[in-house]
């Protein structure tokens, strides 16, 4: 069950219990002390049925989360606190409105929440904060990417450079590889190749290295060339344009005298080998078809005139 889910069942139960009349504690409930720790016990917000929790940590401390209903349940289903406050923000690039209600006793925003539009129309529509550091955002990098990503409730996004600097150049440390990348080989070559954000890249040894050795996906399909003949097919049977190949990082064909599925045949009255493939389609010197294919002329089917 979803921490959301869970949240919005403790807080119907709640309003059932006391719609009845009946006290839904059971067990012994949690009753903050005021003149210790009143920032204890659960808080409610304004634009939905989540249940917020801060208590002891147990490490001498104190902790915060979103309730699920067996927490709330397990504390006797005290009646909890509205938050005394939202802030709500929103970033120049998403329409989503961030919501961060402030728990008394917590310094900083450590819960935030991305609004519906039910939830925001609950509220009255409040207007957000337009900022570049909405309540809660982060910033993370990627070994293998040059982009710096922000992260809030809203998602994740992509920082173009001027966006970074807006947002005041935050330092983002790289630990991993994009969590979107794909790696995978050709069935025709051994080389890797990397694929995020649309871009793909053919990865050396050493890059390959540094991201920690990832097992490649292997497609069935891959790239093919005659060995005498410059034009690049894909195997599943066009050619390749040259953007193609250069949107695909350059992938090594494999080379064959007679791709895979290419027709010959040797016309002994104008002495020529017809040849009819994916790469190449036309006539040779007979001579010359025996050198490039190399089977010889005896051993080729007859060409059957049309």
Not at 123 to 131: E, I, Q, S
Not at 206 to 233: C, E, H, N, R, V
Request: proline fraction near 11%.
């Amino acid at each position: 069950m979803s921490r959301r889910r869970t949240g919005r069942l403790a807080t119907l139960a709640l309003g059932l219990a006391l719609a009845l009349g009946v006290s839904p504690a059971t067990a012994a409930p949690y009753v903050p002390n005021p003149d210790d720790h009143p920032h204890y016990g659960f808080f409610s917000v304004p634009y939905g049925p989540d249940l917020y929790w801060s208590r002891p940590s147990g490490y001498g401390g104190y902790m915060l989360n979103l309730a699920t209903f067996d927490e709330w349940a397990s504390q006797g289903y005290p009646t909890p606190r509205l938050v005394p406050s939202v802030r709500y923000d929103r970033a120049p690039w998403s329409p989503t409105i961030i919501a961060a209600p402030r728990i008394p006793g917590w310094p900083t925003v450590s819960e935030t929440h991305a609004l519906t539009w039910d939830e925001w129309s609950r509220v009255g529509y409040p207007n957000p904060t337009v900022t570049w550091t909405p309540a809660g955002t982060y910033y993370r990098a990627f070994l293998n990417s040059p982009d710096i990503y922000a992260y809030n409730a809203a998602g994740p996004h992509r920082l173009t450079f001027d966006e970074w600097r807006a947002s005041g150049s935050p330092a983002a440390p790289a630990y991993q590889v994009h969590p979107d990348t794909i790696f995978y080989q050709w069935s025709t070559s051994a080389e890797i190749f990397m694929k995020l954000n649309g871009s793909t890249t053919k990865l050396s040894y050493p890059q390959w290295a540094s991201y920690g050795y990832p097992s490649p996906m292997s497609s069935t399909t891959g790239f093919a060339k005659l060995t005498w003949d410059p034009t690049i097919a894909y195997l599943d049977g066009r050619p390749v344009t040259w953007d193609e190949w250069v949107a695909q990082a350059f992938p090594t064909p494999q080379q064959y005298a007679s791709i895979p599925g290419d027709e010959y045949c040797y016309d002994a009255t104008d002495n020529v080998v017809a040849y009819d493939g994916l790469t190449f389609t036309g006539e040779m010197d007979a001579a010359l078809g025996e050198q490039r294919i190399g089977v010889p002329l005896a051993q080729m089917a007859v060409c059957v005139p049309a």
